[in-house]
């Protein structure tokens, strides 16, 4: 029997598209978090300075993690890669102890508010599982495979 070419909505392109863009941005904040500069570093309030000194290296172990599995993620939908979705979930396993070790390890509620310090925290959580469901549902729509 042949096999039947499902074609893929536009919506989902689009929605493709958003999350590597989405991710490529989370990589460019993991190497700009990573390899801050002495001089861009000594030019943050001394509030912000003292957050990086908050983070031990685990995190940017996990940070790493979260940012790489999230773009390979994206790019397997690009793909129509099946393998997408268990790159969303090794991602959002990062996600997590991340963003509760920056809400609540850290002092970032002080510095920045709890406003701005929690709102990107739900946001990629947010994402992460928006993520996983948008894969899982393309599986079963047969638009990756």
């Known amino acids: 029997m042949e096999d039947l070419k499902i074609k893929n909505p536009i919506w989902f392109w689009a929605v493709a598209i ?6 490529v941005m989370g990589v ?15 030019a943050l309030p001394e509030n912000e300075r003292a ?3 908050d983070y031990p ?4 172990v996990i940070f790493a993690i ?3 599995f999230g773009l390979f993620g994206s790019i397997g939908l690009l793909l129509k890669k ?3 979705k268990l790159a969303f979930i090794i991602s959002f396993c990062a996600i997590v102890p991340q963003m509760i070790h ?19 925290p739900v946001m990629i ?3 992460g599982l928006l993520l996983i469901w948008f894969s899982d549902y393309s599986i079963k729509k047969g638009w990756i495979k």
């Open 51 to 53: 957050l990086y000194g």
């Open 66 to 68: 979260a940012v790489f």
């Open 82 to 84: 099946k393998w997408a």
């Open 57 to 60: 290296i685990w995190t940017t």
């Open 102 to 120: 920056n809400v609540f390890f850290t002092k970032s509620m002080e510095v920045y508010g709890p406003g701005q310090a929690a709102t990107m």
């Open 28 to 42: 460019m904040s993991f190497f700009a978090y990573t390899f801050i500069s002495e001089e861009a570093l000594a």
């Open 125 to 127: 959580v947010t994402f």
């Open 18 to 23: 958003f999350f590597v863009l989405w991710n």
